[in-house]
């Protein structure tokens, strides 16, 4: 029984390029939240898609920032242009319903922009 | 908006020292509360969680928290802390149907041998 899977663990990118972070949800899981961390700040919520849908995108930033979870495949969240601030820790969590229920959390991808 | 307080960023004890973590939350109504363990590396791993019932909850390793309404508090204890204890503590509630969980800003506790 897999757990939530995120790729790459580790990725370094050049200021400017793009970054495209992956995470394919536990099996049966329908729900994707996409989380930042960042040292002395926690965990802070970016976006949350379901199937082919963004539910809630409230927490990412408008530019440069997107998401999507296709109907096959993992969900992506792709940083265009990357800069130095956008170097921290993203982890995925999926959860097999909407509310009020156990968030399992990937391994998470460690971006570096150098 | 919801909001989650952790007040005790950083924590260092002794093996074998009692601990208590806090957590408050803002939100008056219904709520859902977990905490989450993050060891060294790796990812987030739940710990326990409080839907209903019992107010006093029981996890793994030993873990226990309550919820006490009154004080909007659900605060994690452990009687007897051990070095592989060391790891970062995140508390998160769901409030008022809402579907996305809120964070705290998480407690890095440090246990020594």
């Known amino acids: 029984n897999a757990g939530v899977m995120q790729n790459p663990r580790h990725l370094v990118r050049r200021r400017g390029q793009e970054a495209r972070l992956r995470c394919s949800p536990m099996?049966?899981?329908?729900?994707v939240y996409w989380y930042r961390q960042l040292p002395e700040e926690g965990l802070k919520f970016m976006v949350y898609?379901?199937?082919?849908?963004?539910?809630?995108e409230s927490g990412m930033p408008k530019e440069r920032f997107s998401a999507e979870f296709p109907k096959e495949g993992p969900s992506i969240l792709r940083i265009q242009q990357v800069v130095r601030g956008d170097s921290a820790a993203y982890f995925c969590?999926?959860?097999?319903?909407?509310?009020?229920?156990?968030?399992?959390f990937g391994q998470g991808t460690r971006l570096t922009v150098v | 908006a919801q909001s989650v307080s952790q007040h005790n960023h950083h924590v260092i004890l002794s093996e074998a020292a009692s601990l208590e973590l806090g957590c408050n939350y803002s939100?008056?109504?219904?709520?859902?509360l977990f905490w989450y363990v993050q060891y060294p590396g790796q990812h987030l791993q739940l710990l326990l969680k409080?839907?209903?019932?019992?107010?006093l909850v029981k996890g793994i390793k030993g873990f226990e928290a309550e919820f006490i309404k009154s004080k909007f508090s659900f605060n994690l204890r452990k009687p007897s802390v051990q070095w592989s204890d060391t790891a970062e503590y995140f508390c998160?509630?769901?409030?008022?149907?809402?579907?996305?969980?809120?964070f705290g800003r998480g407690t890095s506790l440090i246990v020594h041998p």
């Open positions: 898609l379901q199937k082919e849908n963004i539910i809630d």
């Open positions: 099996k049966g899981h329908s729900h």
């Open positions: 998160a509630v769901y409030s008022g149907g809402s579907y996305i969980p809120t």
């Open positions: 969590a999926s959860s097999p319903r909407s509310m009020n229920t156990e968030a399992f």
């Open positions: 939100y008056g109504g219904t709520v859902n």
């Open positions: 409080y839907f209903s019932g019992d107010p």
